[in-house]
């Protein structure tokens, strides 16, 4: 079974940081994975994502340069360290995984049209 659990969220102030990890089981982890968050009110976004298909790692405008993602392989997991984080960035937060046959090119990984796999994600709030 295909299992996707988000964990580290919390609750914290503006200008402060958390570490989010997504661990994944139950299928080859070597595979793009993405990062989304949904705030109350709001359709669902793409955050970060890892991109197995040109090694490289994309990032949302409003997170660049505030956001990493990172992976470890040997633990299957997937991070995404948070700093500078503002009241915008209030939301759960979703790792997302596509499956074995679907590729999926470059920046198009923070789209969710591609992901088959979802956690159930991790909120995130950050005070003002």
């Known amino acids: 079974e295909v299992q996707l659990v988000e964990s580290g969220g919390g609750l914290v102030q503006a200008g402060g940081s958390l570490r989010l990890s997504c661990a994944a089981s139950?299928?080859?982890?070597?595979?793009?994975i993405g990062w989304f968050r949904q705030a109350p009110g709001k359709e669902r976004e793409g955050v970060a994502c890892?991109?197995?298909?040109?090694?490289?790692?994309y990032y949302a405008n409003s997170v660049k340069g505030r956001f990493a993602v990172s992976r470890d392989n040997a633990k299957n997991t997937v991070y995404l360290q948070m700093n500078s984080l503002k009241p915008a960035d209030t939301a759960v937060y979703y790792c997302?995984?596509?499956?074995?046959?679907?590729?999926?090119?470059?920046?198009?990984?923070?789209?969710?049209?591609?992901?088959?796999?979802w956690g159930k994600g991790t909120q995130v709030t950050v005070s003002s």
């Open positions: 890892l991109s197995t298909y040109d090694d490289n790692s």
């Open positions: 139950g299928f080859t982890f070597e595979r793009t």
């Open positions: 997302a995984a596509p499956t074995d046959y679907t590729v999926i090119a470059g920046q198009s990984c923070l789209f969710d049209n591609g992901m088959e796999y």
